[in-house]
């Protein structure tokens, strides 16, 4: 029994040893597999020039190019200037012989402006009053404050004495003739407002047409005889567009940032600018101005920003959709590696340097990125092989986590830098 017992324990060391020489032989054959199926896409460290940027949308709020327009209703009288020719401000377009309707509003629009004009006449000379009774009870209390009942020997107020009704009552008078002068100026700006509405209504009634600012005519349609403002239209308040005029003026965009975008932008900052319409040109500019304040719109708050054309091109039309990649940080001759390459594992970053046909996970430090790249502080050198995505039979893998394509089996040998 004891001799059955000792062959049958042999035997199970021996086949034990056999099955295990049979694993260790399928795992290297899986493992030999595995890397001949795996192979790596790789790019060299190398030094260039990186620039982050931030993307704003919006679109083109002005341009080089002005619409004429009217409210003038009537016939085409005459018409002095042909599209393509160059006129200065303020240089006729057309003329129109108005009709009953365009007479009605004409001579509204004038007695409006001539009212608006008298009545800043009135509020200037009414400021010139207010201004001398000011001068006056200030002269008035002056002599009673430097009067030896209300100042003291050394020049000093006499404080006791300033308490007194005489003097209170003087202080209130020019305090207050003070405040009727400054509210005066309040009424002049606001008079000076209304002229200058009275006025711009006023030029749209008048029957001749002037050019606003100086450059080309375009898009001109109306000859001698036309109509303008058919009695089927409403043209009570609205603009009839007479012409355009396309001058060398630069162009200027309104866009919107996120909230978590606003804190990187300022003043000054550059931008490149690509518009809808025109998508095989790039335009530059700069960030001139940036409303801090924000507007929410469904609850999601945007800032925005105005941005100022570089140079002057006769494509950029008003209103016409554009995306601006505002420049926040640029840095040359930096070490950078492509985006995909970059691992993410428990708050670090690791790169996979190949070196002697291994590859190495390497912590870095990264710093600025664009779109594509991303620049590395430390933890590498210029012409670093590193892996930028794996490929197998079926499938390629980026960015995954260090130890997801690692260990028995993997195909590759791993070592911590």
Do not use: C, H
């Amino acid at each position: 029994m004891k001799k059955i017992t000792t062959i049958f324990l042999k035997n199970k060391r021996l086949l034990l040893v056999f099955i295990l020489i049979i694993l260790i032989t399928v795992f290297f054959v899986l493992k030999n597999k595995n890397e001949k199926q795996q192979k790596y896409q790789t790019t060299k460290v190398a030094k260039e020039t990186l620039i982050e940027s931030v993307s704003a949308s919006g679109q083109i709020i002005s341009s080089s190019s002005q619409i004429v327009y009217t409210q003038a209703t009537g016939m085409v009288k005459a018409v002095y200037v042909k599209n393509g020719q160059f006129v200065k401000k303020g240089e006729k377009i057309l003329e129109i012989e108005l009709d009953q309707t365009g007479q009605q509003k004409y001579q509204t629009a004038l007695a409006n402006y001539l009212s608006a004009k008298n009545n800043l006449d009135s509020a200037q000379n009414n400021l010139y009053t207010l201004q001398a009774d000011m001068f006056d009870k200030w002269e008035t209390f002056y002599n009673l404050a430097t009067s030896s009942t209300y100042q003291n020997a050394d020049g000093s107020p006499n404080e006791t004495n300033r308490q007194l009704p005489e003097f209170l009552i003087a202080k209130n008078n020019w305090l207050a003739a003070e405040a009727k002068y400054k509210n005066q100026q309040n009424q002049i700006q606001q008079t000076q407002a209304s002229l200058s509405s009275a006025w711009a209504s006023y030029q749209l009634a008048s029957p001749l047409i002037t050019a606003p600012v100086g450059g080309k005519i375009n898009d001109l349609i109306y000859e001698t005889g036309m109509i303008i403002g058919g009695l089927d239209s409403d043209t009570s308040s609205s603009n009839i567009k007479i012409a355009t005029i396309k001058n060398e003026s630069t162009s200027f965009g309104k866009f919107t940032v996120s909230e978590i975008d606003v804190s990187k932008i300022k003043s000054g900052q550059k931008a490149t600018i690509t518009i809808d319409a025109l998508p095989d040109k790039t335009f530059t500019g700069e960030v001139i101005a940036i409303d801090q304040t924000g507007e929410v719109i469904s609850s999601v708050v945007d800032y925005p920003l105005t941005i100022k054309f570089d140079s002057f091109s006769d494509e950029v039309l008003p209103n016409m959709s554009a995306t601006a990649n505002i420049i926040i940080n640029k840095k040359i001759n930096v070490l950078t590696v492509p985006l995909t390459a970059i691992i993410k594992q428990n708050d670090l970053n690791y790169l996979r340097v190949l070196k002697k046909g291994q590859i190495i996970l390497t912590p870095v430090e990264i710093g600025i990125s664009s779109d594509t790249k991303t620049e590395v502080i430390g933890g590498i050198s210029e012409g670093d092989e590193i892996v930028t995505s794996t490929i197998s039979n079926s499938s390629t893998s980026t960015g995954q986590s260090p130890f997801s394509n690692f260990g028995i089996g993997g195909g590759t040998r791993i070592r911590m830098r």
